[in-house]
Nanobody, 121 residues
Framework: QVQLVESGGGLVQAGGSLRLSCAAS????????MGWYRQGPTNERELVAT???????NYADSVKGRFTISRDNAKNTVYLQMGSVKAEDTAVYYC???????????????WGQGTQVTVSS
């Protein structure tokens, strides 16, 4: 089994910065894509940013230029550096990883438990 544990959420003032981390542990052979999603007041989960195992990144238009996703493959960890945060960034943030637990096995999506980010104005 694979576990994803997030950290770094909390309360931040508008215009400030915050860094989220998500570390995977357990039976891991390889990890393909990693990403961050968020669920705000509308309760819809939306993509924030993704990063491939080759380092290619993709961002939601709403966070481009403000957030940066990165990964440390040696640590099975993905990060989200949040900058110039706005009230509308308030949400529960979830990390996602596509993991292959054994060679030759199909990849499976795993999710973190979520971490609350609240931006105060």
């Amino acid at each position: 089994q694979v576990q994803l544990v997030e950290s770094g959420g909390g309360l931040v003032q508008a215009g400030g910065s915050l860094r989220l981390s998500c570390a995977a542990s357990g039976r891991i052979f390889s990890i393909d894509g990693m990403g961050w999603y968020r669920q705000g007041p509308t309760n819809e989960r939306e993509l924030v940013a993704t990063i491939s195992n080759g380092g290619s990144t993709n961002y939601a238009d709403s966070v481009k230029g403000r957030f940066t996703i990165s990964r440390d493959n040696a640590k099975n960890t993905v990060y989200l550096q949040m900058g110039s945060v706005k009230a509308e960034d308030t949400a529960v943030y979830y990390c996602n990883m596509r993991v292959q637990t054994h060679w030759g096995r199909a990849r499976t999506d795993y999710w973190g438990q979520g971490t609350q980010v609240t931006v105060s104005s």
